[in-house]
């Protein structure tokens, strides 16, 4: 894992901590990630409504996540880090998906979550984010999938439809 370059200024700093709000503030003149350009495929709606674990601990950057999600048609869950992710698969049986942030406080990152996920929860799919981390797929366990932030919705619903289909062949 490696950070990713980025440049300094106040504008990189306030665009790395600005909230990215979707559809739930009607004044907001555009919504990062959410692109009219560039819907995502109708074809990418889960057939049988799949449940989506967000795990991010950015409070803003999750709400957006999960609204991304439920547009999508998905169900979605939150966990503001690994230890409640852990107790939340713990707890459920119908999680299918896991999308992560890498970058999180706590006992464990988003990287040794989609490890302590994919040997206690084989089936369940991981899909991992950062602003600040390269990760290539050897880094995530088997399968894993790996989305740069900012993301589009498009991006990261084609994502979690391809592995939602895959997981029920």
């Given at each position: ?160 439809a391809g592995l ?6």
């Amino acid at each position: 894992m490696q950070p990713m370059r980025t440049t300094s200024g106040p504008f990189n700093t306030m665009f790395s901590s600005m909230a990215f709000s979707s559809h739930r503030s009607p004044n907001a003149p555009f919504a990062p990630g959410i692109d009219a350009d560039e819907p995502f495929s109708a074809g990418a709606t889960p057939l049988d409504t799949a449940v989506v674990l967000v795990v991010e601990d950015d409070p803003l950057l999750r709400m957006n996540a999960v609204d991304m999600i439920e547009e999508a048609g998905f169900r979605a869950i939150e966990a503001p880090d690994a230890d409640t992710a852990i107790r939340l698969l713990e707890s459920r049986n119908d999680i299918r998906l896991i999308f992560t942030d890498i970058d999180m406080p706590g006992s464990m990152d988003g990287l040794a979550l989609a490890h302590a996920v994919a040997n206690r929860w084989p089936p369940v799919r991981i899909v991992a984010t950062s602003g600040h981390f390269r990760v290539s797929e050897t880094d995530l366990p088997s399968g894993g999938r790996f989305i740069p932030k900012p993301y589009r919705q498009h991006q990261l619903v084609d994502m979690l439809a391809g592995l939602s289909t895959a997981a029920r062949l």
